[in-house]
């Protein structure tokens, strides 16, 4: 595989969360960007000194002086936190030639222009698998993105999992897909683990089963190439268990439920931007 290494020099966080986390060790696992060029700003000292300790980058309290200097800002903020952190003498603080990428959710980038005057902005919305390298991030940008910021972020998102670069306007939706869409496994691995302790089998290794099944199946569908419906035909026998069991599921309204599930985030995202 052929090595892949950032244009940036020095990556700046704002917010030092498990989503900036997860992002700092696939550029240090990838081998990106070396630990010591990586500076992180969080609220807390012990947050910091978990950071530094655990991946050996520059983390501290203060936010601007971790972007000083940085040519990549990433602003990995709650987005209720996002007028506090983003202040006037934070991007006072950053250089002029820097970019500016997020991963705060519902922030737009219209609304990242306004935290950031006058530069180049690329909003991600990516989700919590990336903390095992298996991450699913939509990526857009704004008319100022070169094609080498284009490529190192798809670089830093491919280092802990898969991404596609999409019209902004595909976010919203994709929040509902991707973004929430492990919520939903979780409650989906949560009930078949339940199930299989109805039917006697033991707690940790119901719950092996189902996450396995699911990771498997995931796996199984990106790789094959095939759509899900041949794949479920191809475990589906005449007359046979398994599609007893999807008769049971669709009995119980299974795919009118997650119709319903991305409406009503789509809708509570509506309410959320106002």
Not at 109 to 122: C, D, R, S, W
Not at 247 to 269: C, I, K, M, W
Request: hydrophobic residues 45%; glycine residues 10%; negative net charge.
């Amino acid at each position: 595989m052929e090595e892949v290494k950032l244009a940036v020099q020095k990556i700046a966080f704002v917010g030092g969360g498990a989503m900036a986390e997860a992002i700092i060790k696939g550029i240090i696992g990838g081998g990106l960007l070396p630990a010591d060029a990586i500076y992180v700003g969080n609220r807390t000292q012990k947050r910091c000194d978990y950071l530094n300790a655990n991946y050996g980058v520059h983390a501290m309290t203060d936010n601007c002086v971790a972007v000083a200097d940085a040519d990549l800002v990433i602003f990995a903020v709650k987005p209720q936190v996002a007028p506090v952190a983003l202040t006037a003498e934070l991007i006072a603080s950053m250089k002029k030639s820097a970019w500016v990428l997020s991963i705060m959710g519902s922030v737009s980038i219209e609304q990242l222009h306004k935290y950031a005057p006058n530069f180049p902005v690329i909003r991600t919305m990516p989700n919590t698998p990336l903390a095992c390298g298996a991450g699913m991030t939509a990526i857009c940008c704004d008319e100022n993105i070169t094609e080498t910021m284009k490529s190192d972020a798809a670089a830093i998102f491919n280092s802990c999992g898969e991404t596609e670069f999409v019209d902004e306007k595909a976010i919203e939706a994709i929040t509902a897909i991707s973004g929430c869409g492990p919520g939903y496994c979780f409650v989906i691995i949560d009930a078949l683990a339940d199930a299989g302790v109805r039917a006697g089998l033991p707690r940790a290794l119901a719950i092996k089963l189902a996450a396995q099944t699911m990771a498997g199946s995931g796996k199984l569908c990106i790789e094959s190439g095939l759509h899900p419906a041949q794949l479920r035909d191809q475990v589906t026998s005449p007359g046979g268990t398994t599609i007893a069991g999807i008769h049971a599921l669709e009995n119980h309204g299974v795919r009118g439920a997650f119709y319903d599930a991305v409406q009503a985030v789509l809708a509570r995202s509506k309410e959320l931007q106002g």
